[in-house]
C-alpha cells in the first residue's frame, strides 16, 4: 500500500501547554487568535481577515509577547488556576447550512449522483480539556441566511458555496473545511434541478481521515416517484472514502439520526 502523504499543514488543534503570563497565537487560514493565560483569568482575542482565496491553507501555532489588540475581539474569562494544557477543538457549524453549487445541477429521472460538499470549520477553546469553553467561532464565517417558503415558515441557516465535485482526487485538502458526501438519488419521471441543497450540519460528526481530510458522515436523499418528498438517511461512522479515520466531535444537535421524510422544498429550496 502507497504511504499516505502528510497534510500540507501542521495541525491548529489539540492540547497547548499556555504558561501563566503567557500567550500563544494561533493562525488558521484567514482567523487569528491570540490566547493569553493570567493568574485567574484567560483573555482571548481574535479576529479575520477577508482574503480572495479563503481556503489558503495557512497554519501557524506559536509564542508571542504581542496578544491582538487593534480591531480585535477581546473577552476575558475568570478561571480558577490549573496547570493543565488548553484544549482546541475543531467543530462543524452551529446551524445548518445551504450550500449552492457553482453552477446548477442537472439529474435526470433515474439517476443519481454523490456530490462533496465542503463547509467550513469552527474553532473551540477550552480552558482545559473538561472546560469551561472560552470561544466557539467560525474559522471563515459564512453568511446568514434564511432557507424556507415563506418569511413565516423555515429557519436561519448559513449560505456557502461549492464546488460540488464527484472525484475526490479532485478536491483539495483543506485545513478548516470538512467534507460532507451528499449521495442524491432521483426515483421520479422528471429531472431534478440542483441549485441549493439544506445539510444539517449541526446533526453531523466530525472525522479526520490519515491524509488530514476533515469529514462528515454521508448524507443520502432519496426523492420519491411523485417528486414531492424525499428520504434523508445520515450514514454511520466515517464515510467509506476517508478509509481510516478517527471522530474527533460528536453531533452539536441529537436529531434522533432515523430516516427523515421531508417535502422536496424543506431540502433543496
Known amino acids: 500500500m502507497d504511504q499516505i502523504a502528510p497534510p500540507p499543514f501542521p495541525s491548529w488543534w489539540g492540547e497547548f501547554i499556555v504558561e501563566t503570563g503567557q500567550t500563544s497565537r494561533w493562525q488558521v487560514g484567514p482567523l487569528t487568535m491570540t490566547l493569553q493565560r493570567l493568574e485567574s483569568e484567560w483573555q482571548v482575542r481574535h479576529r479575520s481577515t477577508e482574503s480572495e482565496n479563503g481556503d489558503l491553507n495557512v497554519t501557524e501555532v506559536a509564542i508571542t509577547s504581542d496578544p491582538l489588540e487593534d480591531e480585535a475581539t477581546f473577552c476575558r474569562h475568570v478561571v480558577k488556576q490549573s496547570k493543565k494544557p488548553a484544549l482546541i477543538v475543531p467543530a462543524l457549524a452551529d446551524r445548518p447550512v445551504v450550500t449552492r453549487p457553482l453552477a446548477p445541477i442537472s439529474l435526470p429521472p433515474g439517476q443519481e449522483v454523490r456530490l462533496l460538499v465542503g463547509t467550513t470549520l469552527w474553532m473551540q477553546v477550552y480552558a482545559f480539556k473538561s472546560g469551561p469553553l472560552l470561544l466557539d467561532i467560525p474559522i471563515q464565517r459564512p453568511s446568514d441566511t434564511w432557507f424556507g417558503a415563506s418569511t413565516r415558515h423555515g429557519e436561519v441557516a448559513y449560505a456557502a458555496r461549492t464546488h460540488a465535485r464527484l472525484v475526490l482526487e479532485e478536491v483539495p485538502i483543506r485545513a478548516f473545511r470538512a467534507i460532507t458526501p451528499v449521495k442524491i438519488i432521483n426515483k421520479g419521471e422528471e ?10 450540519i449541526p446533526s ?9 481530510r476533515f469529514w462528515t458522515e454521508e448524507l443520502s436523499i432519496h426523492c420519491d416517484e411523485e417528486m414531492s418528498s424525499a428520504q434523508l438517511r445520515f450514514g454511520k461512522g466515517a464515510p467509506a472514502l476517508a478509509l481510516t479515520s478517527q471522530r474527533l466531535a460528536i453531533p452539536r444537535v441529537n436529531s434522533g439520526r432515523g430516516v427523515l421524510i421531508r417535502a422536496l422544498g424543506a431540502i433543496f429550496g
Open 191 to 200: 429531472t431534478l434541478r440542483l441549485e441549493r441543497i439544506l445539510l444539517p
Open 204 to 212: 453531523l460528526s466530525l472525522f479526520i481521515s490519515e491524509d488530514g
